[in-house]
């Protein structure tokens, strides 16, 4: 048997990537074919849902804000080779911040700028919950992964106690924050493309999408236009190396987990502000465990996150229309699919690259 | 005094039946990650493990059939486990991830598919589940103070699924320590290469750990649905596999040492539900959310050195290549 050479940058990047990605499906179709359905109607089905039905696409859109943040924080901190389970905690303790700018701000300041305190607020508590096992990895050795999966938990235990005790909404039983100040909503794009003159149908997409939007080329910037993106880099392929170059490698975990937990606390821009305007039970509801598939899939670069994300969005939304249309399917399908691309792109991602090689190989020579 | 005595026993009596699974799942993440494998993946292990044993028990009416089932499913999950991260060297986090989240998928919708009860299983009757089982004299020593109460409230009257936790234990122990196997396993977890030269199989060794795992995981799952509880409901395991894997760190990846931790996690649950609502002297009522959240903060400053020292086995989370 020759060697098997490396694959061509094409087949890497993209190739390979969908090969992962339909296998994922497949085995997702063989599921569906098994329980007595026809996973063409399904897909058919979830399409409809997320694309052509009236206000489908807004909705979309508006998961697909979601699961950018998440996968941003998630692909940074995979950058320095950190690995960041923690973003679902981080989204849900950066609505602290939402509510404790509104709260202070509200009163006396315009609508603009109370949105942008807000926008920092969310990005600030979510940095400051990824800042202590960021902490402990550097300074005291502990393993961030351990660390950031047990912040998770901290974070649902303190968010359940704080709503259903100090920041209940008074005289109410349901575990969930007094509403927002209107100033502090995310302005809604069907309000904002009325304004235009455009029409479109009624969803809860909100400008946090054009949020993220740029949070993908601010990502983009950093990581591969600053000196702070070279060292998250350097520090990522080879901590050794990095501190030979003279780069506090400490110092570098601890930003990147702050810069990590800051994508992953916008979330609750796009949920608190833009969806719910008041902080509920909860609304995190596995994005920020989404967000790794995003990362893996769109191989920590913004273009495959944007990508990715508008995948799972349409996973989301498509997943809603089956619990309509189907008895036996539901919307848990979703985990499932996103469960196996987590597996073939993450865990078995190069498993298929050796067999792709030598096709690729043979077929040249 | 006496009424004192009784709530103790009760305490105690519902930690044992709390810590059952942690103990199995903890002897699980032993295993796996003495071998040198990260296993964050006993969650979706366990959550597995629980509706196989549900919706077999459900459909044979055996739960001994149930128990086999669970331990079967548990087991293929951990040959996935393995297939991803050792035969193909990926992650074994991302791997782990990806199993908690099918496991999480799957149960729901084959369970939807077979019972068309929204993901729950059927209610198992009485006779079709692990009861507790009344040990030899216990009514006839309950005469006798301190100790009659003591044996048959807290030792007496568990099922049989908790007995075999308990006894997993000190084979664990056993094995780790006492046979060869055990020696290889912890070998292979520090420094692969040198089992490697010695001529024994690094990939082989990491899988038996796994299949091992998975066989405690499947038990652990079948106690909550078939012998705890009486039908699986959807994410049953409700974050007991992060526990079990707090636990194995907090017990230095050593099996009594888990244990005590399972044990000590497992009465801070069950005294949670007896302090709701409760004033201490002092300190006033303390929040459930803290005491649900203590075993993570322990195992945290565990973990950063601020209690004691960790020492993980020195090969964990990498992938041998030869």
Known sequence: MSVVKPLPRWADLIFLPLINLCVAFFICGIVVWMIGENPFTALAVMIKGAFVYPGGLGYTLYYTTNFIFTGLAVATAFHAGLFNIGGEGQAYVGSLGILAASSMFAPFMPALLLVLLCIVGSALLGALWAMIPAYLQAKRGSHIVITTIMFNFLAFSLMGWLLAGPLIQPNQQSPQSSPLPEGAHMPKAQAVLDWFGVGIADSLLNMSFILALVALAVFWVLIWKTRLGFEIRTVGKNQDAALYAGINVSKIIIITMMVSGGFAGLLAVNEVMGAQHRVVLNYTAGYGFTGIAVALMGRNHPVGIFFASLLFGALFQGGTELDFEFTSITRDMVLLIQGMIILFSGALAYMFSPTLSRILSRGGS | ?322
């Open chain 2, 1 to 322: 005094m006496i009424d004192f005595f009784y709530q103790a026993l009760w305490t105690l009596d519902a930690t044992l039946r709390v810590a059952t699974p942690l103990i199995l799942c903890a002897m699980a993440g032993i295993f796996s990650e003495r071998s040198g494998i990260v296993d964050i993946s006993l969650e979706g292990k366990l959550l597995s493990g629980a509706f196989v044993a549900a919706a077999v028990t459900a459909l044979t009416g055996s739960a001994w059939v149930g128990l086999f089932a669970a331990m079967g499913a548990s087991v293929a999950m951990s040959l996935l486990h393995g297939f991803a991260c050792i035969t193909h060297r990926g992650d074994q986090v991302v791997s782990g991830l990806a199993i908690n989240i099918l496991a999480s998928g799957l149960t729901v919708i084959l369970g939807i598919a077979l019972f068309k009860r929204g993901g729950q299983t059927p209610t198992l009757a009485a006779d079709e589940r692990f009861r507790p089982i009344e040990l030899w004299l216990s009514e006839t020593l309950n005469g006798i103070p301190v100790i009659g109460p003591i044996y048959k409230e807290l030792i007496s009257g568990h099922s049989l699924l908790v007995y075999v936790a308990l006894a997993c234990v000190p084979l664990a122990a056993f094995i780790l320590y006492r046979t060869r196997f055990g020696l290889r396993l912890r070998a292979v977890g520090e420094v692969p290469i040198a089992v490697d030269s010695a001529g024994v199989s690094v990939a082989w060794l990491r899988y038996r750990a796994l299949i091992i795992g998975g066989l405690f995981c499947g038990i652990a799952g079948a106690y909550l649905s078939i012998s705890h509880g009486a039908n699986f409901v959807r994410e049953m395991s409700a974050g007991k596999g992060y526990i079990a894997l707090a636990a194995v760190i907090f017990g230095n990846w050593r099996p009594w040492r888990a244990f005590g931790a399972c044990l000590m996690f497992g009465f801070l649950d069950a005294i949670t539900s007896r302090m709701q609502g409760v004033d201490l002297p002092l300190i006033g009522e303390i929040p459930g959310q803290l005491m649900l959240a203590l075993p993570y903060i322990l195992t945290i400053l565990l973990l950063s050195g601020f209690i004691g020292r960790p020492s993980p086995p020195s090969a964990i989370g990498q992938p041998y290549r030869k």
